[in-house]
């Protein structure tokens, strides 16, 4: 199995900054595409950002030029750096990740438990 285990969220004012972390373990061979997706309560889920293992980004609009999604292969991490926060960010923030396990052929897509960000105005 692959843990993801996120950090970082928290509560911050408007237009503060906030660095989220989401670290893989597990009995994981490789690591695909890794992103980062939020929800707010009475709404779904919302792509935030996401990576490809060679650092091809993608983001959702109302995101860009506010965050950045990056990683760091040998640490099995991916972090999403958030600044000029607003209140409509607040949400739980979720990782997610592919991975192939060891033994395996099958990709498979594993979720982190969630962060809560909050932004207070």
């Known amino acids: 199995q692959v843990q993801l285990v996120e950090s970082g969220g928290g509560l911050v004012q408007s237009g503060g900054s906030l660095r989220l972390s989401c670290a893989a373990s597990?009995?994981?061979?490789?690591?695909?595409?890794m992103g980062w997706y939020r929800q707010a309560p009475g709404k779904r889920r919302e792509l935030v950002a996401t990576?490809?293992?060679?650092?091809?980004?993608n983001y959702a609009d109302s995101m860009k030029g506010r965050f950045t999604i990056s990683r760091d292969n040998f640490k099995s991490t991916v972090y999403l750096q958030m600044n000029s926060l607003k209140p409509e960010d607040t949400a739980v923030y979720y990782c997610?990740?592919?991975?192939?396990?060891?033994?395996?052929?099958?990709?498979?897509?594993?979720w982190g438990q969630g962060t809560q960000v909050t932004v207070s105005s």
């Open positions: 597990g009995s994981i061979d490789s690591i695909g595409d």
């Open positions: 997610s990740s592919e991975a192939i396990l060891v033994g395996s052929m099958e990709v498979r897509v594993y």
């Open positions: 990576i490809t293992s060679d650092d091809r980004t």
